[in-house]
C-alpha cells in the first residue's frame, strides 16, 4: 500500500473512533439523570455552564474568532439556546420518571421530526416517505407503552422523550442554517452559553443541595459526556461522511442502554426493546434516505 493512501486510511479509521468514541460518551447523560439528586432544569445549566466553559477554552486555544457579525445569526443562537434548554430538560424529565432505556428510544424519534420539519423551514423537497416512516416510529411509541394512562410512569417517559426528540428536530434545522456561517464548535459554545441565561432563574427558585459528589458528577457531565463528546464527533467528522456519521449516531441509544443496564441495573422490559427496534429502524432509514437525496 502506498505510504499516501496509508495514511489517508489511518486518518480515516481514527476519524471513525473518534466518532464511535462520542456517540459511545453520548450515551452517558442518561445515567446522570438517575445518579444526580437535582431537577431537570439544574442538571442541564450545571451541564451547559461546564460545557460552554470547555467550549469556550477550545476556541480559545485555537484562536477562532467569537464574534457574531449578523444580528439575525444572533437571535437564532439565542433561540437555539432556549431549545436546547428546552430539549435537555424534557430528556432528563423522561429518564428522572421513567427509565434511561424509555427516553433514550423515544427521544431517538428526532429524525423522522426532522424530515417534517426540513422541507417547511428551508423550502425544500419533500419525501412522501416521510409519511411511512412517522407511522412506523408512532408503531414503535405504541409498542414501547403498556397502556395509555396519564398517570403511567412509562407513558409519561414516553411523551417527554418524544418532546425531547421533537425539540431536537427543530435545533437540527435551526444548525443547518447556523453551521453555513460559523464552526460547529462555535455553534455548540454560543448555544450552550445562551441556554444558560434560561436555565439560571432555576438556580434561584430552586432549592438543593450541592454537595462534592453532585459537583463531580456535573463536571464529568458537562465536560466529557457533553464538550468532550462533541469535540470528538466534530474532529471525527472532517474525513467521515454525514450519512456513516449518522449511521453511527444510531448506537446512542445501543450504548445508553447498555451503559444502564451494567451500572444501574436497569434491565429494559422485551416491550421496550420492540418499540424502540422500530423506532431506531424508522430513524436510521430515513437518516440513510436523507444523505442519499441530498447527494
Known amino acids: 500500500m502506498p505510504p499516501l493512501e496509508a495514511t489517508a486510511k489511518g486518518l480515516r479509521t481514527r476519524s471513525l473512533l473518534e466518532i464511535h468514541l462520542a456517540v459511545f460518551l453520548f450515551g452517558f447523560p442518561g445515567l446522570f439523570g438517575k445518579w444526580l439528586p437535582l431537577s431537570p432544569p439544574l442538571i442541564v445549566l450545571g451541564r451547559v455552564l461546564l460545557a460552554s466553559l470547555t467550549l469556550g477554552a477550545v476556541l480559545a486555544v485555537r484562536r477562532a474568532s467569537f464574534r457574531i457579525s449578523r444580528a439575525r445569526d444572533l437571535r437564532l443562537f439565542i433561540l437555539c439556546g432556549f431549545i436546547l434548554a428546552v430539549h435537555w430538560t424534557m430528556f432528563f424529565r423522561s429518564v428522572q420518571i421513567s427509565t434511561v432505556a424509555v427516553g433514550l428510544l423515544s427521544y431517538s424519534s428526532f429524525p423522522v421530526f426532522t424530515a417534517f420539519l426540513e422541507p ?38 414516553v411523551l417527554w422523550g418524544l418532546g425531547a426528540g421533537l425539540t431536537f428536530a427543530f435545533l437540527a434545522v435551526l444548525n443547518r442554517s447556523l453551521a453555513r456561517r460559523h464552526s460547529s464548535l462555535k455553534v455548540a459554545f454560543y448555544q450552550d452559553s445562551f441556554a444558560i441565561l434560561f436555565l439560571v432563574p432555576f438556580a434561584f427558585l430552586a432549592n438543593f443541595e450541592l454537595t462534592w459528589r453532585t459537583a463531580g458528577l456535573l463536571v464529568l457531565l458537562g465536560v466529557f459526556g457533553t464538550a468532550a463528546a462533541h469535540a470528538l464527533f466534530i474532529n471525527g467528522m472532517k474525513r467521515i461522511g454525514a450519512r456513516t456519521a449518522s449511521i453511527i449516531s444510531a448506537l446512542e441509544p445501543v ?27 424508522a430513524a436510521l432509514t430515513v437518516s440513510l434516505r436523507a444523505g442519499r437525496l441530498s447527494n
Open 255 to 281: 450504548y445508553g442502554v447498555a451503559l444502564a443496564l451494567a451500572f444501574l441495573k436497569e434491565s429494559p422490559s422485551l416491550r421496550t426493546v420492540s418499540g424502540g427496534a422500530v423506532i431506531l429502524a
Open 120 to 157: 417547511l423551514a428551508l423550502r425544500e423537497r419533500w419525501d412522501p416517505w416521510s409519511l411511512f416512516f412517522a407511522v412506523l416510529t408512532m408503531g414503535g411509541v405504541f409498542l414501547m407503552v403498556p397502556g395509555y394512562d396519564l398517570s403511567d410512569p412509562i407513558f409519561q417517559g
